[in-house]
């Protein structure tokens, strides 16, 4: 099973990502916690990532070709912000049809804008098991993880001018990927307004 996880910043595809993982026990992979994670990432990367720029393709496909290839991702993987444009679809396509795969269902998380500003602008990221908190699923001791006791942080590009970027990158080159799996017959639709557990549920209904 390969999943794709499509949707604006805030929409939940990480808080989803993980919950489809621990149920189908497949890895789920993020491209912008992998380049978050990497300590001596370039500073041209970093600063890139704080303006909420999109990275290189170049860097991106081939980061992600590593990862897939990796034991853990035998019996499938979900994707979580990656592919960010048409040029990374079309690369994974090609990286998965060379070994015989496909991806299995694109999941579209969609929502009122007004709500994906209120989770970021309020969220906090465990800086251990990288749970998030925000102002409608707050932790219950301030600052501390309630699934793993660690520190909460808030997010280097969790800033409104960031986002505002990171949405207008968004509507300009991720929002047409859905259009390309639509095509493909592989697209899904999820209401991610209603929380977690619903958009579990709708994702993994048949
Ligand atoms: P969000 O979905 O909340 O914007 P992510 O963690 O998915 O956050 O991504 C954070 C940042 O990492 C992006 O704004 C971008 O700079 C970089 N990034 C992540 N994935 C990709 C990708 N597939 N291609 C290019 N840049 C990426």
Request: contains cysteine.
């Amino acid at each position: 099973m390969i999943l794709i996880l499509l949707g604006a910043p805030g929409s939940g595809k990480g808080t989803v990502s993980r919950l489809i993982s621990e149920v189908r026990n497949i890895p789920c992979i993020s491209t912008g916690e992998m380049l978050r994670k990497t300590e001596d990432s370039p500073q041209e990367a970093i600063d890139l990532l704080k303006k909420g720029e999109l990275l290189p393709d170049s860097i991106i496909n081939q980061m992600l070709l590593n990862r897939i290839q990796k034991d853990d991702c035998q019996n499938g993987f979900i994707l979580d912000g990656y592919p960010r444009n048409l040029e990374q679809a079309k690369c994974l396509d090609e990286m998965l049809s060379s070994i015989n795969r496909s991806v299995t269902k694109a999941l579209n998380l969609e929502g009122p804008t007004e709500v994906i500003y209120r989770r970021i602008l309020s969220r906090k990221e465990c800086v251990s098991c990288r749970a998030t908190f925000s102002a409608d699923t707050p932790e219950k001791v301030e600052n501390v993880c309630d699934k793993c006791g660690a520190e909460l942080k808030i997010r280097s590009d969790d800033n409104k001018e960031s986002l505002d970027r990171r949405l207008e990158v968004f509507n300009k080159n991720t929002a047409p990927i859905a259009e390309y799996y639509k095509e493909k017959g592989v697209l899904k639709s999820i209401d991610s307004s209603k929380g977690p557990d619903t958009a579990l549920e709708q994702a993994l209904a048949e």
